[in-house]
Nanobody, 127 residues
Framework: QLQLVESGGGLVQPGGSLRLSCAASGFTLDYFTIGWFRQAPGKGREGVSC????????KYADSVKGRFTISRDNAKNTVYLQMNSLKPEDTAVYYC????????????????????WGQGTQVTVSS
């Protein structure tokens, strides 16, 4: 059974940092591009970042560019999202998702085509 499990969320003060992890089980992430998405209360789901299956391509939403870093460790079957300089507007439930692709250099910031999703992890940025 394909499964993604996010961890690392929590409560942090503005300016603080968190590292989210997305661990896969039941399949290898080697041929999957991974996206991180978030959904704040009363808002739609938005793409935060993505990384290609090779790790060579990454993308970020303008709102997190320069503050967030996505990375992957295929040996550990895990993708990470390092979040620095957190702001209250980063408060949301964060989800990781996997999408198979034959093109190792591509990644996607829209949720269309992502077939496997984690359960989400809450990130709250507040003083």
């Amino acid at each position: 059974q394909l499964q993604l499990v996010e961890s690392g969320g929590g409560l942090v003060q503005p300016g603080g940092s968190l590292r989210l992890s997305c661990a896969a089980s039941g399949f290898t992430l080697d041929y999957f591009t991974i996206g991180w998405f978030r959904q704040a209360p009363g808002k739609g789901r938005e793409g935060v970042s993505c990384i290609s299956s090779s790790g060579g391509t990454t993308k970020y939403a303008d709102s997190v560019k320069g503050r967030f870093t996505i990375s992957r460790d295929n040996a550990k079957n895990t993708v990470y999202l390092q979040m620095n300089s957190l702001k209250p507007e980063d408060t949301a439930v964060y989800y990781c998702a996997a999408r198979w692709t034959s093109v190792q250099a591509m990644c996607f910031m829209t949720s269309l085509g992502f077939g496997s999703w984690g359960q989400g992890t809450q990130v709250t940025v507040s003083s």
